[in-house]
């Protein structure tokens, strides 16, 4: 996944490398994350001072549920925009200061090659949760027997009902 930018024509160039085998990304069971498949499309906009790339990432990673330790898979999209500048030196240039904007990423590079694989790890893991859910409501594994309470019932749940149960008793009598 890499662009030879000088050999870019000015204007917009679209890029769309399909499916890609996700090794290559090394994000691998790395928390419980599972990268499945990724797709990256694209464009890179040359004009006479700068480059400016759009990217997409769209990718399907198995995941480990926070409440009731199941694995699931989701499929996520994030975008990112960049501005692409080409040797160190140039950024003593005024220039250049000026252009640059705070809330749009920029790239150095010392050759004129774009690496797109360490953003498209980048942008992966900000599209992935903090605390991700099989469902939104999932109910999580029992505390006290540890069965999964979104497939399987256990007694201990009637254990945990009953003193609130009779807390609303008491309740009812203080009402009459
Ligand atoms: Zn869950
Ligand atoms: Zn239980």
Redesign the pocket.
Known sequence: MEIQIRDLKEGKTGFDFGKQRSEILEIRKKSGIVVKEFEVRGFITKSRLEYFLKLNVKTKVNLE??????R?NRTFEEKGEYYIKIGRDRLLKKRDVEIQEDDINTIYLNEPVLNLVPLVRELILLALPMKP???EN???LCPVCGK?R?TEKCDCEMEIKTPLSALKKMLKKEER
């Open positions: 549920c926070a409440r009731c330790l199941e699931f859910l099989c469902q999932c109910r999580g999964n979104n």
